[in-house]
């Protein structure tokens, strides 16, 4: 299947370039570029240990990068803090999902907002009604959002009871709930059934069409990322190797070998080991 | 009868006294997750500020009405409190739990040494010669006030913003969340509070002395709360009376139990943190025919 | 400039007990990241093992291997028993664990054996047990009390006495000592390996609980020797000398680089003459304050410490 990816649009929103980053005498990224338009779904794969993860803590600010820059549109986000780079637009997902155990499902998503209200607490302890109005809207956004990926019967959960598929879908409406323009996806699909994959990326497509804005995904499950993506970059020990549309990079020979025996890239392919437990 | 009712004011008084510093370190503790091991230095230097306030600068400045004493008593508690919290978490909750609580144990001590240097408050004989201005009223209605406040506040923003960042950091700051400044916020409100609690006790007591902000106490109510119930506000208060409550009872107890008891809390401590985190207070919920947690009855129904 | 100098040699004796507590702190949060509050405490209960170890007629070597041995096992037990348990509920519960392990084992000392500070040769109280040792360990007519040597260095107007150097000596040795083990070893480099690459250590192999057991054990039997050597440089130990210094020790664990073995060396040795010359010159209300006023400024201005490296905190 094709994404519906519409190549006029080539607003590029979110663009790093030449990242590098040096942990002690080991460069884990060199001279890494990526682009993600709006309203397209990029993907970023890799071997294991490749670095994409790091990539990811180089977008949004975890970690400060050697060389290079990010750019939201015109703002520079380099080197900036982790949650400035969030309240400019840009949101993400954790490998090791990472919802707040302590809270129930709407409390996560309403907590993402938090910083977002203009009341002040004491106003909002003595329940003013302009705080207590946005308190109303904000709790309206957290249903709608949740509604929209379709956790609106859990709402009083305890997050972290949720059945794994619906956690991962929890974060990414808590994400959404920053009203990003760029949504940062780390193994979103990892441990799921295929027809919780089908769901997900219909969920993907979804929140790109509707939210209008881009999405770069890291994944390893290729059938999951070459359906999805309308392009994909290809990393290895920290350097993009290929750059290309689905088809592109599933020919290219660097790619293939970089897999190191993977028989086809077109196969439901995923590098996970049987217990989830992702190697070093 | 009425000798019974005497006799029981001032312990009563101590219960909420204790119980509003008690919650002041469950929004630290329970709320931003943080080990403060200076909490009791927080209140004896509200306590100190609140005593000088109504002793030297009150008179000073021609107010003797007692109700009014004892407000700008108090204010003045909470907020020397809320600076010195300022003072040691800025720079502090920059570092790693551990470190932190360490270095809250480090002010304690130092802030101990520096009041038994001060000759205008009593140094290391301690403050006399305060005014009687609290009362059960007094302190039961900051109590109400502090807990009622506090459980509006997890409802807000900035309360939201400190349960996340408690749980979470990194998610947290990935959406937006500025933890550092959740932290701050939670550690020095918290300490406040604790410095209010100082004002009261100060001023029932009609003493205080510079052993009050020994890192022991602040030991002992950080134990208290976790024993209580370090995850809400009840537990906290529940640690509270644990801790004026079972001294008072030892009272009639043989001696070799009560030289003991300390023995018994770090135990008990010990297995809550090992069996029942949440404290005890989970524990009589638990007893208690309440609604059940919706987990369980949702995840009945599905998948 | 002279009371300077000498005010350096008469820290080297307590703040290489200083440092040899430190070591075990050092350790354990290098592998765990776990600051052991109760460390202290067993440097405290070390203290008192040998002492009544030596007072009921041991010799010292063997009252020292057995304090070693016993405390050691008894911090293995205690990390199996409750922080084992706790790995992965965060970093909170841990230390409220090492808080509360750290008020039980000062308070069934103050209970068990008196709060008042004890002296060689020490007496156990009456009771059952202590007869039960005595009539084990016939107190021969002349205990042999560990001696320090009472010699002095005279170099000018610098007196530098035996036994401080001795001791210095002896955490010198028991550093480079440790530094050896944990490079040239396979237990010490598991041990380093876990500090440095937890999750790659596993993946190799390193057994992680038994790792750690070790890490633990070596810990305390330091903290014993350092118990050995401040009861006998004071000759006296109470109940309440492991929270003074082990809080302190942690402080010079910090100092010199938490994590990092040479770091609790300079870290004790640079506390101890630091509080050295606070009495020297006058200041000696504030020679407790001192760990920890340093402590904070470590912490605000080099968290890593003297030798540490900064390191960085992988997502």
Known sequence: MIPLSDRKTTNVLLKAEKLTIRFGGLVAVQNFSLSVP????????????????????????????????????????????????????VARTFQNIRLFAGLTVLENVVAAQ???????????LLSWPSVVAEEKEFLKQAKSVLAFVGLSDYEEWEATSLPYGLQRKLEIARALMTRPRVLLLDEPAAGMNPTEKDELAGLVRKICSNYGLGVLLIEHDMKFVMDLCSQITVLDHGEVIAVGTPSEVQK????????????????????????????? | MEQLIEYSILPLMLFGITAIQALGLQLILGGAGLLSLGHAAFYAIGGYSAAAFSVYAGPALGITQPFLLMSLSLIAGGFSALIAGLLVAVPCLRLQGDYLAMATLGFAEISGTALKNIESVGG??????????????????????????????????????????????????????????????????????????????????????????DFSRSVIIVLAVVIGGMTSLFGSVLGALILV??????????????????????????????????????????????????????????? | MIDFIQYLFDGLAVGSVYALIALGYSMVFGVLQLVNFAHGELFMVGAYFVMYAIS??????????????????????????????LRGAGKLAPLITAVGLSLLLQNLVQAILGPNPQSYPASLPEGSFSNALKAIFPAPEKIQLPQLPDGLFDWGEIVVRHRDLLIFIVAVAV??????????????????????????????????????????????????????????????????????SGLKAFAAAVLGGIGVIPGALVGGLVLGIAERLLVGYDLSTYKDGAAFFILIIVLLLRPQGLLGKARMVKV
Not at chain 1, 114 to 124: E, H, L, T, V, Y
Not at chain 3, 207 to 233: C, K, W
């Open chain 1, 252 to 280: 290219n020979p660097k790619v293939i070998e970089a897999y190191l025996g993977a028989d086809s890239l077109s196969d439901t392919n995923s590098l996970d080991t049987p217990t989830g437990d992702k190697l070093v």
């Open chain 3, 175 to 244: 550093t480079l000592g440790l530094e050896l083990f944990l490079r040239k070893s396979r237990p010490g480099r598991g041990i380093r390996a876990l500090a440095l690459q937890p999750n790659a250590a596993k993946l190799v192999g390193v057994p992680f609980d038994f790792t750690i057991s070790i890490t633990f054990f070596i810990g305390a039997a330091l903290a014993v020797l350092a118990g050995l050597l401040q009861g006998m440089a004071d000759n006296q130990v109470t109940p309440y000398m492991g929270i003074s």
């Open chain 3, 56 to 85: 009921l007629g041991l010799p010292w070597p063997l009252a020292l291997a057995l304090g070693m041995c016993s405390v050691g096992f008894f911090a293995v037990i205690m990390e199996r028993l409750c922080y084992k348990p």
């Open chain 2, 245 to 303: 409550a079972v001294p008072e009872a030892l009272r009639f107890a043989p001696d070799a139990i009560r030289e003991q008891r300390m023995i018994y809390f770090a135990l008990i401590v010990i297995f809550v943190m090992l069996f029942s985190p949440k404290g005890l207070q989970s524990l009589l919920m638990r007893l208690l025919p309440r609604r059940k947690a919706k987990t369980a009855t949702a995840r009945g129904g599905s998948k």
């Open chain 1, 38 to 89: 709006a309203k397209q779904i990029v993907g970023l794969i890799g071997p294991n240990g490749a670095g994409k993860t790091t990539v990811f803590n180089l977008m949004t600010g975890v970690y400060k990068p050697n060389e290079g820059s990010v750019h939201l549109e015109d703002i520079e986000l380099t080197a900036r803090g982790a949650h400035i780079i969030a309240r400019s637009g």
């Open chain 2, 124 to 213: 290391t004989r301690g403050f006399t010669g305060i005014a009687k201005l609290s009362s059960l009223a007094w302190v039961f209605v900051t109590l109400g006030l502090v807990w009622w406040a506090l459980s509006r506040f997890r409802r807000t923003g900035l309360g939201m913003a400190i349960q996340a960042t408690r749980d979470d950091e990194i998610a947290s700051r990935s959406l937006g969340i500025n933890t550092y400044s959740a932290k701050l916020s939670a550690f020095v409100v918290g300490s406040a509070i604790a410095g209010i609690a100082g004002a009261l006790y100060v001023h029932a007591l009609q003493f205080i002395s510079p052993d009050e902000a």
């Open chain 1, 114 to 124: 938090s910083w977002q209200r203009r009341g002040k607490s004491i106003a909002s």
